[in-house]
């Protein structure tokens, strides 16, 4: 997390337990130009749970559900200061990788990280 050239943009996708969505998302935007990418969940028992260290280091985060965003505000107000935050209203009904989600990610998440 040191120095970056000034057009990095560093993206964070968070859902609940970091299992589809999140990863799926990481997964698809990871080859994007000019951009470096992460996921986490917000359950403890997430495989990547969020910290602050995450979200310091993001610049835009992106939550799959208005619960998530509700979940992010509470606990982290105070780092979400300087932060994006955008919602994408994608509920948990799709695998990982799954079509369907990924056509959703790159519609919504694409005219707002190029």
């Not at 993206?11 to 000019?34: H, Q, W, Y």
């Not at 917000?42 to 965003?69: G, K, N, Q, Y």
């Not at 992010?72 to 209203?89: D, I, T």
């Not at 994608?90 to 919504?108: G, N, Q, S, V, W």
């Amino acid at each position: 997390m040191g120095k970056r050239p000034e057009h990095l943009k560093h993206v964070l996708f968070v859902c609940g337990r970091n299992k589809r969505r999140s990863p799926t998302a990481e997964a698809i935007f990871a080859g994007f130009p000019d951009i470096e990418v992460d996921s986490a969940g917000l359950s403890e028992d997430s495989v990547s749970p969020l910290d602050t260290d995450l979200i310091a280091w993001a610049d835009i985060i992106f939550v799959m559900e208005r619960s998530h965003l509700g979940r992010l505000k509470s606990r982290y107000s105070r780092q979400l200061k300087a932060s994006r935050v955008v919602c994408l209203n994608i509920p948990d009904k799709y695998e990982y990788m799954d079509d369907r989600l990924i056509a959703l990610l790159r519609a919504k998440v694409t005219p707002m990280i190029s």
